[in-house]
């Protein structure tokens, strides 16, 4: 009861963005040890070829998470079947002022302020190419730096497909980011049409150069309305455009019914998914089957995934849902399977748990004065039993999940020192952050 009250506040009191990287650097952390054999996915392949792609499964992560390509192996063990990084402009950038990313569980949704925050292309690509044996199509989801000009736009985006051609399965040109000044006016009228025809005229003359094709997708916004969809379908058709990604966050909030929600920002999450399961329907009728969909916003379920299916998507990514739901995202195993192998010692519970209470353990170091004793003493029995359990569960998922044989689990002996080696890695880390 008192560590749930205390874990409530501690976790209140974090930054979401900081919470986010903390977490994604722990899945980093496992990946990188002798665990990394537990979180690999046997999944049976269920391969689907698109934009003439081979896709082991249906299920991608959507741009955003890792902007900067540092967790290629982590994203692909787990078991994506495309990893799309990004959004990346063609010089590092800062991004928009903190906080700019907020967190509302009670509507399951993200309202976020980023602005393209990334290191630049040329370490992206140092990323990509250090990466070996990855089974995930790898995209790269590009941007206009925010003080390039809307005129000058398309230089950026030409910059970065030129730099990042030969090393990606796919190129996503994002202009439907909400959080970068007047980006999203990139999508309609002449500027729309210039740029597709130069993406276009760039993508074949580097197709003869190199005779390898690489398809070019549009991400599109989700605040367009239907004569708007008619245009930007007819564009993508008129020019060829491989693939069309729909859709990019939200700036409406009248799904929401409270007022308490910030105005400005993305927004996304379930309170997305009527919009854009909306914008891909009428889509659909539109590309009449022309130019793949990819379908994204607010899918957190088997039923949310089929019903972008059945809209028209191809293949569909996630984001939201992976940061709420973690491991009860993977209820119905058809199509989350891949991430229930991973399980509630990754993205779930387990993890915030270790977290925490380290984080109150360490506080409680610092200035003892301020916790009382049996606060103190709960820590203690707590912290090692968190780890056992994290262990433990580790080891069993590996014979729930039937994805690893017996025999194999006795190469993973080492796994009990895994306890021992993340409860290091988690000071550290605490340490340096
Ligand atoms: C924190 C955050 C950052 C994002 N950053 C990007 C981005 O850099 N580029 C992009 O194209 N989409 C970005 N997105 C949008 C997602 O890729 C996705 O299109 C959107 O969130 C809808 O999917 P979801 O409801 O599953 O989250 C971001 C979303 C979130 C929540």
């Not at 689907?48 to 192996?73: E, H, P, S």
Request: a positive charge.
């Amino acid at each position: 009861m008192l560590y749930k009250l205390i874990t409530k506040k501690i976790l209140s009191k974090l930054d979401p963005e900081k919470k986010q990287n903390l977490i994604l650097k722990y899945i980093k952390y496992i990946n990188y040890n002798p665990l990394k054999l537990l979180i690999k996915n046997k999944l049976p392949e269920k391969n689907i070829v698109c934009m003439g792609l081979n896709f082991r499964n249906i299920l991608g992560l959507a741009a955003g998470l890792d902007k900067n390509g540092d967790y290629i192996d982590v994203f692909s063990s787990i078991g994506f079947g495309f990893i799309e990084l990004g959004t990346v402009t063609p010089n590092a950038q800062q991004g928009a002022k903190k906080p700019r990313l907020f967190y509302f569980p009670e509507v399951c949704g993200i309202i976020n302020k980023m602005g393209f925050n990334n290191y630049g292309i040329d370490y992206l690509l140092k990323n990509i190419k250090k990466t070996k044996n990855i089974d995930s199509r790898i995209g790269i989801n590009i941007g206009k730096n925010q003080l390039t000009p809307l005129e000058k736009a398309k230089e950026d985006y030409l910059i970065c497909i030129k730099k990042s051609y030969l090393y990606v399965d796919y190129i996503t040109i994002n202009i439907s980011s909400p959080n970068t000044k007047h980006l999203r006016k990139l999508q309609f009228g002449l500027l729309f049409q210039d740029l597709l025809k130069e993406i276009k005229i760039l993508q074949n003359s580097l197709f003869a150069l190199h005779k390898k094709y690489v398809p070019i997708l549009i991400k599109i916004s989700p605040d367009i309305n239907d004569d708007e969809i008619m245009q930007i379908a007819d564009n993508l058709v008129l020019h060829n455009i491989d693939g069309v990604i729909a859709t990019n966050t939200t700036i409406c909030r009248n799904m929401l019914k409270e007022k308490k929600y910030p105005e400005s920002g993305g927004l996304s999450g379930i309170p997305l998914r009527n919009i854009s399961t909306n914008i891909i329907k009428k889509l659909n009728i539109e590309l009449q089957g022309k130019i793949p969909i990819i379908g994204a916003g607010g899918i957190s379920s088997v039923e949310s995934a089929k019903e972008k299916i059945q809209s028209g998507a191809s293949l569909i990514q996630i984001y939201s849902s992976l940061i709420f739901q973690g491991p009860s995202i993977i209820k119905h195993p058809e199509i989350f399977k891949i991430l229930f192998l991973i399980g509630p010692a990754i993205f779930g519970i387990s993890i915030n748990q270790i977290l925490t209470m380290l984080n109150t353990a360490i506080s409680s170091f610092l200035s003892p004065g301020s916790i009382s004793w049996m606060y103190y003493a709960d820590r203690i029995v707590e912290l090692p039993m968190g780890i056992l359990g994290v262990s433990i569960i580790n080891i069993l998922l590996p014979y729930l999940s039937k994805s690893i044989s017996f025999n194999k689990i006795k190469e993973y002996s080492d796994i009990l020192c895994w306890g021992l080696q993340f409860l290091i890695g988690c000071m550290v880390e605490f340490f340096i952050d």
